[in-house]
């Protein structure tokens, strides 16, 4: 029995979530008039209302205990004053010096890194100046009309999700596109109907060594010289990475390559210069202001006391259903067209950083880590998989989020949106008691939900700091390392492995699956037959 398992505090929440068999949602709110304004805080521009979720006093007093245990207090300031939490890779984790502003709250022996982010965020600045003004432009002189962003996981989630979050706030003179996967059809969506003479590239990857994003940039490298020469790159391809003499090899100007550091993790990189496409595609006021948001987030999260701290409280309320309701998964039902990105991006969030079974003493964990991340928008969420939240004989948590303005004209639409998140928390709350079973749902269904005014860029940075916070504090919770990522690399090597057997069908080392599925791609293959997108090097193969 680990540790964990076998401490006070967590038996204490086994007792405790043993007597919930009997407890209701419905009696809670009728027993407790102050329920809802109890069970509710705001921070950072965020209206979070966990009243719907089953948990009493006694079971949140026990997860703060839980907590307590766990020294959660002690590990937020071990990140504040910039201790190596990632112990597997010997890095510091100081993200959140990322949309810090004021030297003086920066403790002392953290200056020289946050000199480093101030002084990136000036080159991006000025960059951004210069390519709006068209102080700089394409080889033939035009300006830069499109962004195309090259990078993959944390170099490609965050920069795409906020800037589909931030779509009242794009420039009209320049759009941002992003390509992502190996799988050509994506570069050749992105590229066809893009004039490359007003194309700025930006290869983002913090290693500079991904496949994904090496392929991808290689390929559209190609692209621009076949129609505007050889010496387009110089002119046409900007990089992010924390390997900067690696983008240099690749033939990017040092004046356009943009640091960033070993202790920034990529999937917490979205506020580094891996946000230049967004800087330059939403603005550098739009910018700061993520900024600005996050960092009040960071600063409620440093700050508040662990009962009164949102990222804490929501951490303990998804251990609560993880660990003493043997709950794998969480539902993330956001009710805005434009956060669709967002579930997506809390995949690699929260999965890549706790996705773990190994503790921080090296021994394997007896217990459930994170859980499986999903979700869409709503209201096409309530279209597919909605039933089973309803009906389904285990429940499943869900957080909603949604947006009380919306920055369009159409209140009907706006309202119906709304009434259809409170609708579904509702309904998973009440449940349906009828006598014909297959109308029945049980309800008792437990939910949060996180109200922003509006989906300001302030709201939007604090949103992403505060989802990365209670990633953190569920990593302490489990005494994992939240901020490594071995578990991508076995698939990655075998990956190098495979690829040349695609050419010879040499298959005498691999199992009877994967060889029978390789000589039947090998054989498709050999008749080259198919019609082909027409997009410039793309038609052609080798
Ligand atoms: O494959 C996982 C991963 O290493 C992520 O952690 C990372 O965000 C992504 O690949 C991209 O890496 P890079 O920014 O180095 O290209």
Redesign the pocket.
């Known amino acids: 029995m680990s540790e964990l398992t076998a401490s006070l505090a967590w038996n204490a929440l086994q007792n405790h979530s043993e007597r919930f068999a009997n407890f209701s949602l419905k009696d809670a709110f009728s027993d407790d008039t102050e329920r809802a304004s109890r069970l509710s805080l705001s921070a950072g521009g965020l209206f979070y209302d966990y009243s719907k979720e089953l948990i009493d006093d006694d079971a949140l007093s026990a997860l703060l205990d839980l907590a307590g245990q766990q020294n959660v207090a002690k590990a937020i300031q071990a990140m504040q004053s910039g201790e190596e939490l990632n112990t597997t890779e010997g890095r510091q984790v100081l993200h959140h010096l990322l949309r810090q502003t004021d030297k003086s709250t920066i403790p002392t022996q953290l200056h020289p890194q946050f000199d480093a982010v101030i002084n990136t965020r000036a080159k991006m600045k000025d960059a951004v100046a210069r390519v709006h003004n068209a102080d700089v432009t394409g080889v033939t002189g035009k300006a830069f009309t499109d962004i195309v962003h090259i990078?993959?996981?944390?170099?490609y989630l965050g920069p795409e999700m906020i800037y589909q979050g931030m779509q009242v706030h794009h420039l009209p003179s320049i759009r941002c596109h992003f390509i992502s996967n190996i799988c050509a059809h994506e570069l050749a969506r992105v590229l066809d109907g893009l004039n490359p003479e007003t194309c700025l590239f930006v290869v983002?990857?913090?290693?500079?060594?991904?496949l994904e994003?090496l392929t991808n940039a290689n390929t559209a490298k190609h692209w621009l010289e076949q129609q505007l020469g050889k010496n387009a790159v110089g002119q046409h391809f900007y990089a992010v990475t924390s390997s900067p003499e690696k983008a240099e090899s690749y033939g990017i100007s040092p004046a356009h390559i943009f640091a960033f550091w070993d202790w920034v993790?990529?999937?917490f990189s979205s506020f580094s210069a891996i946000g230049l496409s967004l800087a330059l595609g939403l603005g550098w006021e739009t910018f700061e202001s993520l900024l600005d948001g996050a960092a009040t987030m960071d600063t409620h999260f440093f700050d508040a006391p662990l009962n009164v701290n949102m990222p804490v409280l929501m951490a303990l309320i998804g251990v609560w259903y993880v660990n003493f309701f043997d709950r794998e998964s969480l539902c993330i039902a956001a009710y805005d067209s434009r956060l669709r990105s967002f579930a997506p991006f809390l995949q690699?969030l929260e999965m890549?950083s706790n996705g773990k079974s190994t503790d921080l003493n090296n021994n394997a964990v007896d217990y459930h880590t994170c859980p499986t991340i999903f979700g869409e928008p709503g209201t096409n969420c309530q279209h597919s998989y909605f039933q089973l939240l309803h009906q389904s004989p285990e429940f499943v948590p869900v957080n909603f989020i949604a947006c009380a303005q919306q920055e369009h004209t159409h209140k009907e639409h706006q309202d119906w949106l709304f009434a259809n998140c409170l609708a579904q928390a509702n309904a998973l709350m009440l449940g349906q008691q009828t006598a014909d079973q297959h109308k029945h749902m049980p309800g008792n269904r437990p939910s949060s939900t996180l109200l922003l005014d509006r989906l300001s860029p302030e709201n939007m940075g604090a949103l992403v700091a505060l989802y990365e916070h209670k990633v953190y504090v569920q990593s302490v919770i489990w005494n994992v390392n939240a901020f490594d990522?071995w578990g991508?690399e076995l698939g990655?090597q075998i990956s190098k492995g495979i690829k040349p057997k695609l050419d010879t069908g040499d298959t005498h080392d691999l199992d009877p699956s994967t060889a029978a599925l390789l000589t039947r791609y090998q054989k498709i293959n050999e008749a080259d037959d198919i019609p082909r997108q027409n997009t410039p090097d793309i038609k052609k193969r080798a």
Do not use: C, L, N
């Open positions: 990078g993959i996981g944390g170099s983002a990857s913090k290693t500079f060594t991904t994003t993790g990529g999937r690699q890549e990522q991508v990655k």
